[in-house]
C-alpha cells in the first residue's frame, strides 16, 4: 500500500523560502512519476512540478525559475524548494505519486500541508 506523507508547510512572509517534503512509502522508485500539487481556497487544484524516471522534470509557469522538484531515492522522500514566495502561492500543497513513469494518472495523494505566504 502506498502512503504520502507531506510537511513543511508553515507561514512565511514574501520573498521567503521554503521546503517541502513528502515521506513515500510503499512506492516503486525503478519506474515513477511524482508531482506537487496545490489548491487554494474556491480555487481548482493545479499542478506545480512533476519529476519521473526518465529524469524529466516539469513546472507551471507560474512558479518556474523559483521552486525545484527533486527525489532523494535513498530516503525515499520528495521536496520541494519554494524559493522567492509570493502571497498566491498561498495554498494547501498535496504531493501525488503515478502508478507508472508517464505522469498520466496521479493514483496516490498525501493529505496535504498549507503554506501561506504573507505580504
Known amino acids: 500500500q502506498v502512503q504520502l506523507v507531506e510537511s513543511g508547510g508553515v507561514s512565511v512572509q514574501a520573498g521567503g523560502s521554503l521546503r517541502l517534503s513528502c515521506a513515500a512509502s510503499g512506492y516503486t522508485y525503478s519506474n515513477y512519476c511524482m508531482g506537487w500539487f496545490r489548491q487554494a481556497p474556491g480555487k481548482e487544484r493545479e499542478e506545480v512540478a512533476r519529476i519521473n524516471s526518465f529524469g524529466g522534470t516539469g513546472y507551471a509557469d507560474s512558479v518556474k525559475g523559483r521552486f525545484t522538484i527533486s527525489l532523494d531515492n535513498a530516503k525515499n522522500t520528495l521536496y520541494l524548494q519554494m524559493n522567492s514566495l509570493k502571497p498566491e502561492d498561498s495554498a494547501t500543497y498535496y504531493c501525488?505519486?503515478?502508478?507508472?513513469?508517464?505522469?498520466?494518472?496521479?493514483?496516490?495523494w498525501g493529505q496535504g500541508t498549507q503554506v501561506t505566504v504573507s505580504s
Open positions: 501525488a505519486a503515478d502508478s507508472g513513469p508517464l505522469c498520466l494518472h496521479f493514483t496516490y
